[in-house]
């Protein structure tokens, strides 16, 4: 079965811990994205990345970090720098070409 | 800048009705996809329907149509027959290119309740 995975579906953390969130995909794409869901808002893009070893900074990339080593993960660590961390966090990817994006499951981070 | 707009926060239709929701967008690009994602409560996102610009006609999936505008900036999604399955929070996107990569803007949804 082909498709993105996100782990953990929930996680908790206390303030001024750095936490990493998962996101793993088998579809060959070269694209990944992370972004950030808050109630009344719509996805807002934290960072993309288009190649293995290379990403960029999205809208609201302050206080995150992401990793691309190697084509199927796309890592997003989530710094204590981040003021309000506590959101729904999607993963996507796709094949780029103006081709739509497939997205994960998500992960809700509860920072207290 | 590149935005999406929805106007509507909230929409209800009874179920077998037919609802339209709506989207404008604020682009200078010529060349660009739209698309429209729903969310169910499970949260998963799920690609409803998708129009190329360069596409005169209308795309339909199934019981899903869009009224693509061009020149007014508007795309507004159409659902026929409604179901309960599909109360879901919707989503309209536009993707365009920047600088050798692509970027993709949401507008901040429409959540529709289908009332049996």
């Known amino acids: 079965d082909g498709g993105i995975t996100q782990s953990p579906k929930y996680l908790f953390r206390k303030e001024g811990q750095n936490v990493t969130l998962s996101c793993e995909q088998n579809l060959n794409h070269d694209a990944m994205y992370w972004y950030r869901q808050d109630p009344g808002q719509g996805l807002r893009l934290i960072y993309y990345s288009q190649i293995v070893n290379d990403f960029q900074k999205g809208d609201i990339a302050e206080g995150y970090s992401v990793s691309r080593e190697k084509k199927e993960s796309f890592p997003l660590t989530v710094t204590s720098a981040q003021k309000n961390p506590t959101a729904f966090y999607l993963c996507a990817s796709s094949t780029g070409q103006r081709n739509e994006q497939y997205f994960g499951p998500g992960t809700r981070l509860t920072v207290t | 800048a590149q935005t999406v707009t929805q106007s509507q926060p909230e929409m209800s239709v009874q179920e077998a009705e037919t609802v339209t929701l709506s989207c404008t967008y604020d682009t200078s690009e010529s060349d660009y996809y739209l698309f429209w994602y729903k969310q169910p409560p499970s949260r998963q996102m799920i690609l409803v329907i998708r129009?190329?610009?360069?596409?005169?006609q209308n795309a339909t999936e199934n019981r899903f149509s869009v009224n693509f505008q061009k020149a007014a900036k508007s795309f507004s999604l159409k659902i026929s027959d409604s179901q309960l399955g599909d109360a879901a929070m919707y989503f309209c996107?536009?993707?365009?290119?920047?600088?050798?990569?692509?970027?993709?803007?949401f507008g901040k949804g429409t959540k529709l309740t289908v009332n049996p």
């Open positions: 996107a536009y993707i365009y290119p920047q600088g050798g990569s692509e970027k993709l803007v």
């Open positions: 129009q190329e610009a360069y596409k005169q």
